[in-house]
């Protein structure tokens, strides 16, 4: 076996590949860029090596940097993991040429399944059965109409070099052909430089099923099994499961011999996945060959027990495969959600931020977390924006289905938006739970898959403010002693009243807290919004609040920075504010300087600079999470210099402005 590998990847597959490689004995090299340098895939690493700069152009695309740490280091072997250089054949050759070992599939078989029309010419010669459509290499607007017209509609035009949904669009008929094609080989261009096309016939209903295989340099194959891939969004996977749910075993024997038949044809060896198109009648045609491990490979490894990644390590070191076809056995379902930085609710573009606050499930047999990051982490522009996957398992589907409804509810993370509420919703559909899977799933339950506010606004705001509240009274007995300042019931003829403005999506709502206890910190409040009054009963432990409110129980948890709250409860997570106009006993700002409370945007500067200001005038206003947040000056002064303009974006705890105090009222 292999002594030393590298790995020429980063994020949650350079994690996966280091764990079972010194499972196995097998020490590891890591590679990274300056904005990798203290990444988790980094810490695991037995070394590692500086490629670069963040973007991945200048390092973990750069080629003969890796190559040269390879050898420098003593490495025999080069994972690739999936993105970057994973199905580059040009890289599979240099690693030849330079005995190293490429663990992945020959350059030829990668080069074969690169090309869409050439990987079908391929497999229609092997018998494979595919889409009736166009595949050939004469590219003339006037023969691609014709073999459209051939084809039927509704078709699908896709870049022959595609991938990740770019260069491809739907026709539906031929009065739409040619600006359709004219669009997409203007795409295909601009992506992959090559605007070839091919032609197939778009199914209305199909489902995407994808079936894992393995050949070995000895000639033999297996299949493990199958995945259902089908729910996408622009053509990206979201969740997937195994086994495809409603699958013959006929049609499971018949799609796993074809999917062997399509790697032998092309010399194969290694990990691979042939994926294909399943119609409703029962039939199905390849769609392409990705020649390397899958991000899905999980859900594969949950239901036969294998670990794939020590499959790729002992083929790629000459070994003959682990298992012959009868040997492998399905025990239960899994799934796997895809947690990403993004916004389901803006067409799920990507987003950034800290990870300032980030809580898992807790691994067991049942669930499995894959990641690359850990709390603080940055989740930056220069990377896919994928944070973890979340696997789990159980004895059949609807178990399976259950376990991951749960696991998605304890899953917290802030500081970045997610797509978590999103697949919560998804996933606890009746639709998903019914198995009515379609490539359009997404789009065609759209309107059941907002996620709902698991919390009435009234309860959000009181649970809110009994963590505001909390951190009132712990800084206060923590830092005073003077019975002026404490937040104890003691009053002249009057008790105690706190009073808060606490906003919820822009919405601000002045809520008043008092008791009939000794103090404050007692537990038990009457809150009083809205002329309603509510009896609150509290306990905390740590990020966990347990509160009976007019006796209704409620578990939250929840995320605090500094007057930015949020608050998780059945998979959604609710963003409050806490309004601070004047700056009282612990929530003075440090002189002269105030600071982005979170990743954000900057709405409007307010001041110029040399303006005077007085205590408790808005400064700035910055845009976070959907909301508008005012900082306010924290005293009298005169605005020094303003570091950001209108529509920048800042970071957490990035320096707005600063200001020159006045000596008299500092």
């Not at 990444?39 to 040269?68: F, N, T, W």
């Not at 796993?256 to 039939?283: C, M, N, P, R």
């Amino acid at each position: 076996m292999f002594q030393k590998i590298l790995i020429a990847n980063r994020g949650e597959i350079a994690c996966r590949v280091i764990t079972t490689a010194q499972k196995m004995g097998i020490r590891c090299v890591a590679v990274y860029s300056e904005a990798d340098r203290h990444a988790r895939h980094v810490s695991l690493a037995d070394e590692a090596y500086l490629l670069g700069p963040a973007a991945s152009s200048e390092s973990y695309l750069c080629q003969d940097k890796i190559l040269d740490i390879a050898l420098k280091s003593g490495a025999q072997a080069i994972h690739p993991g999936y993105g970057f250089l994973s199905e580059n054949t040009t890289f599979a050759e240099k690693c030849t040429q330079n005995t190293v070992v490429f663990i992945g599939p020959p350059a030829k078989a990668i080069a074969a399944m690169g090309s869409k029309s050439a990987a079908k010419s391929i497999m229609e010669e092997a018998g494979v059965p595919l889409v009736p459509g166009y595949h050939g290499d004469n590219q003339d607007p006037k023969i691609l109409r014709d073999e459209a017209q051939k084809c039927g509609f509704p078709l699908l035009l896709k870049a022959v070099a595609g991938g990740g949904g770019k260069g491809m669009r739907v026709v539906e008929n031929m009065a739409a052909f040619d600006d359709a094609l004219s669009a997409a080989k203007r795409e295909a261009q601009n992506a992959f430089g090559n605007s070839d096309m091919l032609i197939e016939r778009y199914l209305t209903q199909p489902r995407h099923v994808e079936i894992q295989v393995f050949c070995d340099a000895h000639g033999h194959g297996v299949y493990l099994s199958e995945r259902d891939c089908s729910i996408q969004r622009r053509h990206q996977k979201v969740l997937e499961e195994a086994p495809a749910p409603n699958l013959s075993q006929e049609t499971r024997k018949s799609m796993g011999e074809a999917a062997v038949k399509a790697a032998q044809a092309i010399d194969y060896v290694g990990a691979g996945t042939v994926e294909f198109l399943y119609d409703v009648d029962g039939s199905f045609f390849f769609m392409e060959m990705n020649t390397r491990l899958q991000v899905e490979h999980p859900v594969t490894e949950m239901i036969t027990g294998q670990d794939l990644v020590e499959w790729q390590l002992r083929i790629a070191h000459g070994q003959a495969l682990p298992l012959q076809q009868n040997q492998i056995r399905l025990h239960g379902h899994a799934i796997e959600a895809r947690i990403y930085a993004e916004d389901p609710n803006n067409d799920f573009l990507p987003a950034t931020g800290t990870l300032h606050y980030l809580k898992t499930p807790v691994n067991s047999q049942y669930i499995r977390v894959d990641t690359g990051v850990v709390e603080g982490d940055e989740v930056s522009i220069h990377y896919d924006p994928m944070i973890a996957k979340l696997i789990v398992w159980d004895e059949n589907r609807e178990q399976a289905i259950e376990r991951m409804v749960h696991a998605l509810a304890s899953y917290r993370i802030d500081g970045v938006t997610t797509n978590i509420g999103f697949l919560h919703t998804l996933s606890d559909s009746d639709a998903f739970r019914a198995a009515d899977l379609t490539t359009n799933f997404i789009e065609k339950h759209q309107h059941n898959l907002t996620p709902t506010p698991s919390l009435d606004k009234t309860a959000a705001l009181i649970l809110a403010s009994c963590f505001f509240l909390q951190d009132r009274i712990i800084d206060t007995l923590s830092v005073n002693t003077s019975p002026f300042v404490s937040l104890h019931n003691w009053r002249l003829n009057s008790v105690l009243s706190n009073r808060m403005k606490v906003s919820i999506a822009a919405e601000e709502s002045e809520i008043e807290v008092t008791t009939h206890a000794a103090s404050l910190d007692d537990g038990n409040y009457l809150f009083s919004l809205q002329g309603q009054h509510y009896e609150v009963d509290t306990q905390f432990r740590d990020d966990q609040l347990v509160a009976f409110i007019n006796g209704q129980k409620y578990q939250v948890h929840a995320s605090k920075k500094g007057n930015q709250l949020a608050l998780f409860y059945g998979g959604q997570t609710v963003h409050c504010a806490l309004t601070v106009t004047t700056f009282e006993q612990g929530e003075t700002a440090s002189a002269g300087s105030l600071k982005a409370p979170m990743n954000g945007s900057v709405v409007d500067i307010l001041v110029k600079e040399g303006q005077a200001v007085t205590q408790g005038q808005t400064l700035v206003i910055v845009e976070a999470m959907k909301m508008e947040h005012a900082i306010k000056a924290p005293k009298d002064g005169i605005v020094e210099a303003i570091f950001f303009t209108a529509g920048e974006l800042v970071s957490d705890g990035a320096e707005l402005l600063s200001l020159q105090l006045d000596e008299e009222a500092s």
